[in-house]
């Protein structure tokens, strides 16, 4: 009744986790059985450990949060020799995120990982700062964002989800040029720019001054997103930013999103994404809906 | 150690002065094993501001009661809310949390301040349960600043330091005339400036220390690598690794 397709990725039901939101899975295996979802995106990892910013890395905000983790991660080849061993055998899709700071790291990492027999699908996060290109962020510019779609088109094989930023000025571009570079299927959105400052002591509350927004109050921008990027692209569409129950979820389904993930919700409900799932269910029930595809995309 | 979720029903709660209280919590049937310095992250309900769960040190714990307590400083929206519960709500939680105190030392000195002393009434109760009687010394500004004082004594000999000298010896704790003896271990939880003055008095005299750290925190169980601490093997979660640390792996903490 819930089984959705990504592409060639058969999900049991819509609701996966947000990378950065859920660890690599078993943080949360003593809340619910994590084998009931339909994926889990594990932690943004890239060619070398990385250490993050510094701390304070968050800071709450009215229905949302800010933070500044920054790819605090161990990098590729520990989470190949040592993390993939902990969780392959997980009953789900087990999604990598894919960051760098260069179009050679993202290949380097999405070639690793393209050798992992149990990750049948990769999301890459292209919501980084290019160095090379004096920071500026991979997607917020259509032939930036091509242009790393397409390298890692050639040495990934398998399902190519990429994570759109939603700090742009036409996000149906992004969407299209990805589109056209080879990805699978989109994701959005990724966090918000956003910024906060203690009064009381007259600095900003996070060390990196602005930071990433998540959280309920971002949900009708990614709704709206989800909705305009599932109308111009015929690839499959991934919803996520603020959901917290299964009628958040239904408003993205309803979008044009045929799965979504759930981040920031976590940290209030660890046992959120188990609810959402049931929550599907219930609503199938009541509205007679033998196949959740009927209702994906009637917006 | 298995982390549970669970409504708690709330069957005490006690002020202690302005802005500190005490909530006693029960358990629908059986708590789990619980160790001092191990932390709950409490749902807080009813304000549109707060949207995260707060990180709270675990006060007491009485099995036979299956109940906890926690110890609460009202500082902000969050704790704000928490004050105005009433005997009979429920409280949910995500429990028990991170890694606690190292459970070891014949002549133990526990030092606290300001809601710090929270974690530490559990673990002198521990000690003395074991047979050793911990010497404890509590700071603050005014004797009004270390709003828990009784309880601590059925467990353990109970100093007070305050700055303006009305209770106690005056001075910091550091000054406190029991606190150079020579103790087998040291743990301390309180201001960030109180635990670095005890941990390095610990480092320069060679006894094992580990304090407490209130880091912000988001989900409390690993997942989000908000709430790191710079220690000598890198970013650590407080969440996980600590609250917790030996000071052997907090050098550069010390320093700043
Ligand atoms: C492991 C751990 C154990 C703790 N144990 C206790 C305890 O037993 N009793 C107790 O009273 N408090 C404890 N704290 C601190 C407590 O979590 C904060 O005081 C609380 O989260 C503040 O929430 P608020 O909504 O009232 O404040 P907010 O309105 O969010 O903030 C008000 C002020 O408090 C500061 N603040 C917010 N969160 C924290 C934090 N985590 N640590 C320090 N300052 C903070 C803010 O910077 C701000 O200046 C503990 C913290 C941690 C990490
Ligand atoms: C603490 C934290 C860490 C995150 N880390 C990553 C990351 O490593 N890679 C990534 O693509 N997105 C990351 N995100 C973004 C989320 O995956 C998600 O896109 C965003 O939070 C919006 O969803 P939400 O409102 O449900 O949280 C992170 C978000 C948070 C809150
Ligand atoms: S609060 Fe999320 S990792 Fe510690």
């Known amino acids: 009744m819930l089984e959705v397709k990504l592409h060639n990725l058969t999900l049991k039901n819509p609701v996966m986790t947000a990378s950065g939101t859920f660890g690599y899975g078993e943080e949360f295996s003593d809340f619910i059985d994590i084998s009931r979802l339909?994926?889990?995106?594990?932690?943004?990892?890239?060619?070398?450990?990385?250490?993050?910013?510094?701390?304070?890395?968050?800071?709450?905000?009215p229905s949302g949060m800010l933070n500044a983790v920054g790819l605090q991660n161990v990098g590729v080849d520990a989470f190949c020799s040592d993390v993939y061993h902990r969780i392959k055998d997980i009953d789900t899709n087990i999604i990598v995120n894919?960051?760098?700071?260069?179009?050679?790291?993202?290949?380097?990492?999405?070639?690793?990982?393209?050798?992992?027999?149990?990750?049948?699908?990769?999301?890459?996060?292209?919501?980084?700062?290019?160095?090379?290109?004096?920071?500026?962020?991979?997607?917020t510019n259509p032939d930036m964002a091509a242009q790393v779609v397409g390298e890692v088109r050639k040495v990934y094989d398998k399902t190519l989800i990429v994570k759109l930023t939603p700090n742009v000025t036409s996000i149906v571009d992004i969407a299209k040029a990805v589109e056209a570079a080879g990805a699978d299927s989109v994701s959005l959105i990724n966090t918000m720019l956003g910024m906060a400052i203690d009064v009381e002591k007259r600095r900003p509350y996070l060390s990196t001054i602005?930071?990433?927004?998540?959280?309920?109050?971002?949900?009708?921008?990614?709704?709206?997103?989800?909705?305009?990027?599932?109308?111009?692209?015929?690839?499959?569409?991934?919803?996520?930013?603020?959901?917290?129950?299964?009628?958040?979820?239904?408003e993205f389904l309803m979008a044009g999103a045929k799965a979504i993930e759930v981040g920031t919700a976590n940290f209030v409900d660890p046992a959120v994404t188990v609810k959402i799932v049931?929550?599907?269910?219930?609503?199938?029930?009541r509205h007679g809906i033998k196949d959740i595809n009927e209702i994906i995309g009637i917006i | 150690m298995k982390k549970h979720i669970t409504d708690f029903t709330i069957v005490d709660r006690k002020s202690y002065g302005p802005n500190y209280f005490a909530l006693t919590l029960q358990h629908p049937d059986s708590m789990p094993e619980i160790v001092p310095g191990q932390f709950v992250e409490v749902e807080v309900k009813g304000t549109r501001e707060v949207m995260l769960r707060r990180p709270i040190s675990i006060h007491d714990v009485d099995y036979k009661n299956n109940t906890l307590t926690l110890l609460v400083q009202i500082v902000g929206k969050g704790t704000r809310q928490l004050s105005e519960l009433k005997i009979g709500e429920k409280l949910n939680l995500v429990y028990p949390l991170g890694h606690g105190f190292t459970l070891e030392g014949e002549k133990v000195l526990l030092v606290g301040g300001g809601a710090g002393t929270a974690p530490l009434l559990?673990?002198?109760?521990?000690?003395?349960?074991?047979?050793?009687k911990p010497t404890i010394i509590l700071g603050g500004r005014t004797k009004e600043l270390i709003p828990v004082q009784e309880p601590f004594g059925q467990y353990g000999e109970l100093c007070i330091a305050t700055d303006d000298g009305s209770q106690g010896e005056k001075g910091m704790v550091t000054q406190h005339s029991r606190f150079a003896e020579k103790y087998d271990r040291?743990?301390?939880?309180?201001?960030?400036?109180?635990?670095?003055?005890?941990?390095?008095?610990?480092?320069?005299?060679?006894?094992?220390?580990?304090?407490?750290?209130?880091?912000?925190?988001?989900c409390g169980v690993g997942a989000c690598l908000c709430c790191v601490c710079d220690t000598d093997e890198g970013h650590k979660c407080v969440c996980k690794e600590g609250p917790v640390f030996n000071i052997k792996k907090l050098n550069k903490w010390m320093e700043n």
């Open chain 2, 186 to 218: 040291i743990f301390t939880c309180g201001p960030t400036p109180m635990m670095k003055a005890v941990a390095r008095h610990a480092q320069a005299n060679g006894i094992e220390c580990e304090v407490s750290l209130e880091n912000m925190m988001a």
């Open chain 1, 278 to 285: 049931e929550g599907l269910e219930e609503y199938c029930n």
């Open chain 1, 98 to 139: 894919v960051s760098g700071s260069s179009i050679e790291e993202y290949c380097t990492v999405a070639e690793k990982i393209n050798e992992l027999e149990n990750i049948p699908a990769i999301e890459l996060n292209i919501s980084c700062p290019n160095v090379k290109k004096g920071g500026m962020g991979f997607g």
């Open chain 2, 122 to 132: 559990y673990l002198s109760k521990h000690f003395a349960s074991k047979g050793v």
């Open chain 1, 38 to 61: 339909g994926g889990i995106v594990v932690k943004g990892t890239t060619g070398e450990r990385r250490q993050g910013n510094p701390y304070p890395r968050m800071a709450e905000t």
């Open chain 1, 210 to 250: 602005t930071g990433g927004l998540s959280g309920p109050c971002v949900k009708p921008v990614a709704v709206r997103m989800v909705w305009q990027v599932a109308h111009a692209v015929n690839i499959p569409v991934v919803g996520l930013g603020g959901i917290s129950c299964a009628n958040d979820a239904l």
